[in-house]
């Protein structure tokens, strides 16, 4: 079992020397404890990564209730600590890192069928699918390329398209209008970052 601080050394060195500090070291003090809870409970880092997708299609499916917001932060929850799970019981491996990969955009993909169950367009969820793939896909690409910088930090990240979730379903839950036009205002915000991300890619490559 890791200490605490070579928990944290162990993550910071998985993420380009990233600093453990703000809320960065609040969410791994968090995910330490986490981690000790799931090895005493003998759960797997790739069985929380299962559990996280298992939650994102359960999201879909009750999207028109309260319970999809329920799921919608346990799926968050498990992806959020999969990964720090898999550092503290000395698991982590490429296909662990592979597997989260790709549960992380089909967890996405039910996530905006979810959109689409409260009245999204089918253009316009497949479009903000589409998009966040394209960036997480250029980031991926250019780990492969020994890019070994963390690189810039869109307003689109993975957390936040989750919280627009959160939003609309709430809004769609309190039949606030305006649900489309959040999710094309949305949409505009993740072409920025994936721009962004390309002209990162750009500056390192060429």
């Not at 969410?27 to 005493?40: H, N, Q």
């Not at 996405?108 to 069928?113: I, N, P, R, T, V």
């Amino acid at each position: 079992m890791l200490t605490k601080e070579e928990f944290y050394a162990k993550w910071s060195s998985l993420h380009s020397d990233a600093p453990v500090s703000g809320v960065v070291a609040w969410w791994l003090k968090i995910s330490y404890r986490c981690g000790l809870i799931a090895t005493l409970l003998r759960i797997s880092p790739n069985a929380l990564t299962i559990l996280g997708l298992i939650s994102a299609v359960i999201t879909a499916f009750t999207a028109t209730s309260w319970w999809a917001l329920v799921f919608l932060v346990f799926s968050l929850f498990c992806d959020g600590i999969d990964g720090s799970v898999a550092i503290f019981q000395k698991r982590d491996s490429a296909w662990g890192a592979t597997l989260d990969s790709v549960v992380d955009r089909v967890s996405e993909a039910f996530w905006l069928y979810a959109l689409y169950v409260i009245g999204i367009p089918a253009w316009l969820a497949i479009s903000l699918w589409s998009v966040a793939a394209f960036q997480e896909y250029a980031r991926a690409k250019l780990s492969s390329l020994k890019v070994s910088e963390i690189g810039i930090v869109t307003p689109a990240e993975r957390p936040v398209r989750a919280s627009f979730l959160f939003i609309t379903l709430v809004m769609y839950q309190l039949g606030i209008p305006g649900i489309e036009f959040v999710a094309i205002g949305f949409l505009a915000i993740q072409i920025i970052s994936f721009i962004l991300v390309a002209r990162f890619a750009h500056s390192q490559l060429h």
